[in-house]
Every structure is written in structure tokens, then in C-alpha cells.
């Protein structure tokens, strides 16, 4: 069954410090998202992508957060001049497009800790 | 504010037993509702999706059901069994782009 993949599984960083996530969506899927997790917290929606551009974001997603979709098969998510508290699980997550009523299909998701 | 709470947050059972873990959610204007699970440190992986027409969907042990008017869904496991231990997760579509997730039951099957 195809799956949703995410790079690197865990990625350590220093405060201040750039950091890119990387994710490639189910082949057929044209609905792109990013969740973050904070350890014993919810899951929270950051972003959606949908034909190249942000669809909605949450507060969360500021100015430190963007998202591209370079080649038509990676999804990225850079953070900028990470601070402590952007420690999380972040989730990427793709949906093919039926009329909204496709489930959400997630990857194994990148642990990022800041230093 | 759209907003999804699960209940209980915790929950132990002896293997064998049916249970049901409740999802309630604020604005009835859904689009449609989905259940997760997650294991410790893994990702979430999708169980059931419920349109917002439909009143429960089955998969194996597992029902879910809707009532999008009392704003509120169930899930139903049959016959527990060890490896149902998992944390399960209740969201919801209020728009196409956005899914909003609960705080989730974590669920402990003893053998």
C-alpha cells in the first residue's frame, strides 16, 4: 500500500539554526499538510497545500515557517532561526482529491529537537 | 471556536471486553470525521473515515458512529485484544484543508 514518507526520522539542531523537513506525499495525492506533535500534546494543524499554494495555515505557522513543493514529488517544510519550543513530532500528511472525502493519510513523522 | 474533546483520556480493560471511546465536537457544519490510532512514537494511521451523510462506517472489530446533530461520534471496538493498546485519536473536517484533531484516549487492552 503506498505510504506517505518522511526524512531524516529524527534531526537535532542548535537554537537559531535553519532546519528543512522533508516529506513525499502518496504519487496521486494532491492535498498536502503539515501537523507538528509537542511531546503529551495534541496534534496540531500547521499548513495545507493545494495546487502549489498554502490553502490555510494556523497561527502557528508564521513568518519562521514555509512550505514548497520543488520537483512535483517533495514537500518541505523549512523553519527558520528555530527556537526551543519548536521541539515536536512533525507529521506530513497527503490526500488524493474527491471531493473531500478522501481520509488523510500520514507518514511516520521527523523528531526534531532543538538545542 | 471549532473544537474536539475525547473522553475518557484513559482508559484500562480487561482483553475480551467491547468498548467505546467518545469524540464530541463543537459546530455541527462538518464535512466529515475521522478516527486515528497511534502507537508510541509512531505516526497516525487512519481507521475510518465518516462523511458527513453517513451515520457509521465498520472496518473489522471497529465501528464508528455519527450524530452530527448532538454533535458527537462514537468508537466502538469488539472484543479487545492486546494489540488494540494504542492512543486513538478522533478529528474533524470543518473545512476541506483543515483537520482538527482531539487529545485522544489512551487505550490499554490487559492480556
Known amino acids: 500500500e503506498p505510504e506517505v514518507t518522511q526524512t531524516p526520522s529524527h534531526q537535532v539542531t542548535q537554537m537559531g539554526q535553519e532546519v528543512i523537513l522533508r516529506c513525499v506525499p502518496i504519487?496521486?495525492?494532491?492535498?498536502f499538510y503539515w501537523y507538528r506533535q509537542i511531546l503529551g500534546q495534541k496534534v496540531e494543524f500547521l499548513v495545507s497545500?493545494?495546487?502549489?499554494?498554502?490553502?490555510?495555515k494556523s497561527e502557528i505557522f508564521d513568518d519562521q515557517f514555509s512550505v514548497e513543493r520543488p520537483d512535483g514529488s517533495n514537500f518541505t517544510l523549512k523553519i527558520r532561526s528555530t527556537k526551543l519550543e519548536d521541539s515536536a513530532m512533525y507529521f506530513c500528511?497527503?490526500?488524493?482529491?474527491?471531493?473531500?472525502?478522501?481520509?488523510?493519510?500520514f507518514g511516520n513523522g521527523t523528531r526534531l529537537t532543538v538545542t | 471556536k471549532q473544537e474536539v474533546t475525547q473522553i475518557p483520556a484513559a482508559l484500562s480493560v480487561p482483553e475480551g471486553e467491547n468498548l467505546v471511546l467518545n469524540c464530541s465536537f463543537t459546530?455541527?457544519?462538518?464535512?466529515?470525521l475521522q478516527w486515528f490510532r497511534q502507537d508510541p512514537g509512531k505516526g497516525l494511521t487512519s481507521l475510518l473515515l465518516?462523511?458527513?451523510?453517513?451515520r457509521e462506517q465498520t472496518s473489522g472489530r471497529l465501528n464508528a458512529s455519527l450524530d452530527k446533530s448532538s454533535g458527537r461520534s462514537t468508537l466502538y471496538i469488539a472484543a479487545s485484544q492486546p494489540g488494540d493498546s494504542a492512543t486513538y485519536l478522533c478529528?474533524?473536517?470543518?473545512?476541506?484543508?483543515?483537520?482538527?484533531f482531539g487529545s485522544g484516549t489512551r487505550l490499554l487492552v490487559r492480556p
Open positions: 500528511a497527503s490526500r488524493s482529491n474527491t471531493g473531500g472525502s478522501s481520509p488523510l493519510h
Open positions: 504519487s496521486n495525492h494532491l492535498y
Open positions: 497545500f493545494y495546487n502549489n499554494e498554502i490553502s490555510e
Open positions: 459546530d455541527s457544519a462538518i464535512y466529515n
Open positions: 465518516i462523511q458527513s451523510s453517513q
Open positions: 478529528a474533524v473536517w470543518w473545512s476541506s484543508y483543515k483537520l482538527i
